[in-house]
């Protein structure tokens, strides 16, 4: 399984834009990068996923590399409320075709007033 | 409506016993999955079903069985509780093929004493 790294935390200010970085140099030319968010005593949330250069949705943007090697989250305008705890994941179909994925340590993002 | 629902949220008892947590879906998914998250925040898969199907089992002790009565619901029993078994259970449940979403339940507190 591709292992990721990503950094233990980040603080940002409310309102600026946050990236958050996730290596995988391991990672296989099945698998998937997704990324969820955890707030305290919940369960993850999916935020975004993608396979190759650029996906976009409502909360943030996942950008992608020609090798896929590495990953970055942006988050636009951070608010309080994006304090939370943000994985970045690889995974793909096992060898029974099934989704396989392993979480990293997470990058606990404070945002500052 | 609740999309993954666990039962109980908190549950506290004393080594040596054994213990079920109950999973349940409404989201029509055939896949769903046991996570352990423990102190450290490390979120592990620990076993995986899909259409009431073993298709994932990480090294888990034996003491731990899940059973799938239908794809609607993952069950979780645990036998002979030890201290080391204390953390937060997640299940999950997604539909194939790769690549899609994971969604969580609100996870399960476990505390051995």
């Known amino acids: 399984l591709a292992k990721t790294t990503q950094p233990i935390s980040m603080d940002s200010y409310e309102g600026q834009e946050v990236n958050i970085t996730c290596s995988h140099n391991?990672?296989?030319?099945?698998?998937?990068i997704t990324w969820y968010q955890q707030f305290p005593s919940q369960g993850p949330r999916f935020i975004i996923q993608?396979?190759?250069t650029k996906v976009t949705n409502e909360v943030a943007s996942l950008f992608i590399p020609a090798d896929r090697k590495s990953s970055t989250l942006s988050l636009p305008r951070v608010s309080l409320s994006d304090t939370a705890v943000y994985y970045c994941?690889?995974?793909?179909?096992?060898?029974?075709?099934?989704?396989?994925?392993?979480f990293g340590t997470g990058t606990k993002l404070q945002v500052i007033p | 409506d609740t999309a993954v629902s666990q039962t109980p949220k908190y549950l506290v008892t004393q080594m040596g016993n054994d213990k079920s947590i109950k999973c349940e879906q409404n989201?029509?998914?055939?896949?769903m999955y046991w996570y352990k998250q423990d102190s450290k925040k490390f979120l592990k898969i620990m076993f995986s079903?899909?259409?009431?199907?073993?298709?994932i089992n990480e090294t888990v002790p034996n003491r731990f069985s899940p059973k799938s009565p239908d794809k609607a619901h993952l069950n979780l029993h645990i036998n002979s509780l030890e201290l080391g078994d204390s953390a937060v259970y997640f299940c999950?449940?997604?539909?194939?093929?790769?690549?899609?979403?994971?969604?969580f339940g609100p996870g399960t507190r476990l505390t051995v004493l």
């Open positions: 391991n990672i296989a030319t099945n698998d998937y």
């Open positions: 993608g396979y190759k």
């Open positions: 999950a449940s997604s539909n194939p093929p790769v690549g899609v979403a994971q969604y």
């Open positions: 079903y899909n259409n009431k199907e073993l298709i």
């Open positions: 989201l029509g998914h055939d896949t």
């Open positions: 994941l690889v995974g793909g179909p096992n060898s029974g075709g099934y989704q396989k994925v392993t």
